[in-house]
Nanobody, 125 residues
């Protein structure tokens, strides 16, 4: 059974940095992709970034490009989302999800097979 666990959220001032981590267990190979979505209060869930673990390719939404960086984590089965230059609009619950195969950009929520619990990121002065 595949399970995902997101962690690393918290409070940060505008311009600050945070690192989120998504821990995936239950996959029998590295042939899967991990993605991050976020949902701000009163808004629809928004795609943020994805990473294909098998080939290391990664993709970002325009709203975070240049500020966020997704990568394979130091521990096998984890992926990190490093966020810098955080803005008020980055405040949201961040969710990681996974699916077998690759990602090549935005893939709708409905096509991600496994979801972790969210982690809250609050950007506030």
């Amino acid at each position: 059974e595949v399970q995902l666990q997101a962690s690393g959220g918290g409070y940060v001032q505008p311009g600050g940095s945070l690192r989120l981590s998504c821990s995936a267990s239950g996959f029998t190979s590295d042939y899967y992709a991990i993605t991050w979505f976020r949902q701000a209060p009163g808004k629809e869930r928004e795609w943020v970034s994805c990473l294909s673990r098998a080939d290391g390719n990664f993709y970002y939404a325009d709203s975070v490009k240049g500020r966020f960086a997704i990568s394979n984590g130091d521990i096998r089965g984890t992926a990190s989302l490093r966020m810098k230059s955080l803005e008020f609009d980055d405040t949201a619950v961040y969710y990681c999800a996974a699916r077998p195969g690759f990602c090549s950009g935005y893939i709708p929520e409905s096509q991600w097979n496994y979801w972790g619990t969210g982690t809250q990121v609050t950007v506030s002065s």
